[in-house]
């Protein structure tokens, strides 16, 4: 399959992985290592644009589509930049800002797009629960009509810039016998009274991105917070899906672009037994592995990417696809990368070991390997 990328499309590609190269990935290394979210990449992520992409330029935006701004997320992971700025960058633009300009009003958007477009304003999206992660609509967090008000009650887990964030989308549901019917999306800001969030997990990968619990006790937030309609917010995670399976899966792409290279470099350098180990043919399906599923990654992604920007509706076996090979071959790519760094592969001195540390988020996070098998085969017939 050949995607026809524009010419202009290509060289937003190159200079988004050149200031990568240059100005951010050099401070990867640290973030990882100190386990924190990195203000300074985030001011360099802002500066470039890459945090408000998709929005109008009136909005403070670029007006991008959707293969844009899947070129900019492989582009930064080809360039090294780590899963975890990358996730943080996608939860704030694609998970919270893009539910806040597609479903808000305009008011709502003139007040958030703009702030958060810039970066000068940190975004996060809390839909999972402690007790409700894959079956995301037995949520617990209640939402109560009271007078002009709204209040909010329950809890929130896993949910990347929680800690940093100055906003964030927060579902709740204003009647559970109704399930997906009840669920509803409400916009709290840092500061709201009954708004707080936990310590930042350890995690195993994705460090540079801050992820933790939300807490909602009597969190009263006025009328115009409301998101959308009542009811609906279940149906807004499903537009959700849709960049979390192309826009947020892209820097995996290009991460394994950015691995082959690591890979091939050192497989050219590294002697034993007289030889380059690229000699050797276990060494060399290795490489053809990781290219394998590098471009079979690729075109599972961009065929989600295509079809979001031709207005085609949510084809669900296709994201479906799309997140279960990233996220499984990923893994199988990473693991062997290492393999073929052997022992310097497992020490922190190379990035191989943490690529393989990241790449095990994308079989779980926004729904995991399990249940997209379980989509494809409710939607496979015989
Ligand atoms: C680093 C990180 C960042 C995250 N960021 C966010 C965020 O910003 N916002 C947010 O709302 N959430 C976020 N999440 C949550 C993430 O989306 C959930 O972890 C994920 O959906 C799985 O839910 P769970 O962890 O509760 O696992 P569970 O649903 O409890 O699953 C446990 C196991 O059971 C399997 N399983 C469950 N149901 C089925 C089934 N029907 N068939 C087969 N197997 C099944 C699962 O595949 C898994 O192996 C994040 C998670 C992580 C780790």
Sequence with gaps: MEFGFTEEQLMFRETVYKYAKNEIYPLCEEADLKSEFSREVWKKLGSMGLLGLPFPEELGGSGADVVTCCLAGEAMGHAGVDSGHLLALGAHTYLCADTLHKWGNEAQRKKYIPRLASGEWIGAMGLTEPGAGSDAASMQTTATKKGDRWVLNGSKTFITNAPVCDVCVVYATIDRAKKHQGITAFIVERGTKGFSTGKPFHKMGVRASATSEVFLEDCEIPEENLLGEVGMGFMYTH????????????????????????????????????KPIKSFQAIQHKLADIKVILEGSRMAVYRVAFDKDSGKPLNHMHTSIAKAFVGDWGIKAASEGVQIFGGYGYIHDYPIEKYLRDAKLAQIGGGTSEVQRFIISRLMSF
Aim: charged share 20%; proline share 3%.
């Design 239 to 274: 537009e959700t899906l849709s960049w979390d399976r192309s826009a947020l899966l892209a820097p995996f792409v290009g991460g394994l672009q950015f691995m082959i290279e690591q890979c091939g470099q050192y497989a050219t350098d590294r002697v034993q037994f007289d």
